[in-house]
């Protein structure tokens, strides 16, 4: 997730569901570009999001990733975007896909020797110093 959110310029933030953990506080935990939230008993996660969207939703570009139909429409009323999990799958796969080939492309060119750029002349040159001391 930590690859996604940078690929794409983002602040994701995950929200899990513990609404129905007796006694449990709302916990955050922020791993680099990526926040993780744990909803506090007897707070559902759409609940959660709302209220996030309701904060920020037409002063920043929020984007909620849920397939639930309800859901969708109520953010969206909000002033977020929405995508289904469907969506972003195959959204995900892309980033992997694209930030693979782009490592891939990276470390092809960070193998390339700089012999392999220079002229008949110097490389003659570097020869000679190199066995003359």
Do not use: P, W
Not at 31 to 51: G, H, L, M, P, Q
């Amino acid at each position: 997730m930590i690859n996604y959110a940078s690929f794409y310029g983002a602040k994701v933030c995950v929200v899990f569901d513990a609404h129905r953990v007796s006694g449990n506080k709302r916990h955050k935990e922020m791993r680099t570009s990526v926040e993780v939230v744990y909803t506090k008993d007897k707070e559902t996660a759409d609940a959660y999001i709302e209220r996030a969207v309701d904060l920020v939703g037409r002063k920043v570009e929020v984007l909620v990733v849920t397939s639930d139909n309800l859901e969708q429409q109520i953010i969206f009323g909000r002033g977020a975007q929405r995508m289904s999990s469907l969506e972003f799958r195959v959204s995900f796969k892309e980033a992997e896909k694209s930030i693979s080939e782009k490592t891939e492309n990276l470390s092809d060119r960070k193998s390339m020797k700089l012999l392999d750029h220079m002229d008949e002349e110097s490389r003659k040159k570097l020869e000679k110093m190199r066995r003359n001391g």
